[in-house]
């Protein structure tokens, strides 16, 4: 089959590598139909984060089950898949508590024989991980890019809302224009409900779908005063900040506009965050949250919205490739030319 590899900083590969086999009896075999690029691709891609030349790229797809080990219970081959982006065995106590990013056994793709951006994958701990898509879902093209948003995105951007403290009737401002940035904006308006949400970010037609999906008030980052502007018209900050882009300007305003009493989370993959005022935290009793979202929790439940036309996120892929145009699509995000791009393998 061919894979995703990377060889250096934006140099990455559609190569033939070795077939998939099963290692374990609680292995699956997924034919990878749909896969994306991440933003978190990119910073390694632009060599931020280290990665190490030969290791596969890509932690996002959806398939169809072709073979599974003798132990697996759930799934059997023919069944159309999610695949969140970490891999969990469902039993451990983190995972049975809806934390499967910090589930005993759990690995992540991307490896030297499982990266997502490929023809096929090896699923290790396929009933914990794998979630068998709604009758229906893989015959639409809209829920079935809804349905490879689930991987990561909604489900980061509904995490990040959930643990921020937004609630019915409130206010939210979302920091960051990217996909999840995005979906937190759709979780907030439509899952959560919240009577105002705040879009922050810097590219107007991004800013554009921040309405379309729900937003009440849209910001430019790069204007002077967007805090003071923000802080005005909440009343004194938003009791709930979801910072979602991953460097140290975005965290510095999520914490100049959190209300005082309130929460930030980020769940933006921190890049460049050095520093965070602690004293301005302790003297307004803010609390600073953040951390990887377990996306697996999720997935039922926003499957159940996507199926019932409540959310619709596919419009945060803006560029689709065939998956042998890989690297185009990392050429893409790295230039600011495409929000997010989904990848297609058949």
Known sequence: MKATVYHGTRDVRFETVADP????????????????????????????????????????????VEAVGGEVRTLRAGDAVIAPFAISDGTCGFCKAGLQTSCLHGEAWGDDANGAQAQAVRVPLADGTLVRMADGMANEPRTLASALALCDVMGTGHH??????????????????????LCGVLSAAKVIGAERVFAVGHHPHRLDLARTFGATHTYNSHDAGVAAQIIEATGGGSAAVLEAVGNQESLDLALQIVRPGGTVMFVGVPATMERVDF???????????????????????????VMSGRIDPSPVFDLALPLDRVADGYAAMDERRAVKVILSAS
């Open 279 to 305: 004293r301005a935290l302790f003297t307004n009793n803010v609390a600073l949250r953040g951390g990887v979202a377990p996306v697996r929790a999720y997935i039922p439940s926003l499957m159940d919205h």
């Open 21 to 64: 086999v099963l290692r374990r009896p609680t292995d699956a075999i997924v034919r990878v139909t749909r896969a994306a690029i991440c933003g978190s691709d990119l910073w390694f891609y632009r060599g931020i984060r280290p990665w190490t030349p030969g290791e596969r790229t890509g932690h996002e797809f959806i398939g169809i």
């Open 160 to 181: 990040g809302v959930v643990m921020a403290g937004a609630h019915a009737g409130g206010d939210i401002a979302v920091i960051g224009d990217g996909a999840v940035g």
